[in-house]
Nanobody, 125 residues
Framework: QVPMVDSGGGLVQPGGSLRLSCAAP????????IAWFRQAPGGERTFVAG????????YYADAVKGRFTISRGSTKNTAFLQMNGLKPEDTAIYYC??????????????????WGQGTQVTVSS
């Protein structure tokens, strides 16, 4: 499996914004869905947002709807997670991943492989 590369995390105050980036530098095909998961200290890794291969279909966890936006880059093997209105409860390590399918068929961790190394997002005043 070719690993994903995620970046863009940091420290931000409540109400602030961050933009996470995901790349799949070793992939020649772009016909796969990309998703973001997050894991808070002591918690499980949970689905945040996903996007299908073309960028036409997007999916969000209820906790981030209306605040986060997932998109694909022009080269299609990149993706971004724009996070606005950040809250302290958004603090977690965020991971980029793919299920190697055209679309998002499950929000379960078990359906995904090729994880990024994770990028820390901390929301604190």
């Amino acid at each position: 499996q070719v690993p994903m590369v995620d970046s863009g995390g940091g420290l931000v105050q409540p109400g602030g914004s961050l933009r996470l980036s995901c790349a799949a530098p070793g992939r020649t095909s772009t016909s796969y869905a990309i998703a973001w998961f997050r894991q808070a200290p002591g918690g499980e890794r949970t689905f945040v947002a996903g996007i299908n291969w073309s960028g036409e279909d997007t999916y969000y966890a209820d906790a981030v709807k209306g605040r986060f936006t997932i998109s694909r880059g022009s080269t299609k093997n990149t993706a971004f997670l724009q996070m606005n209105g950040l809250k302290p409860e958004d603090t977690a390590i965020y991971y980029c991943t793919t299920n190697m399918r055209a679309g998002i068929v499950s929000e379960s961790v078990a359906d995904f492989g090729s994880w990024g190394q994770g990028t820390q997002v901390t929301v604190s005043s």
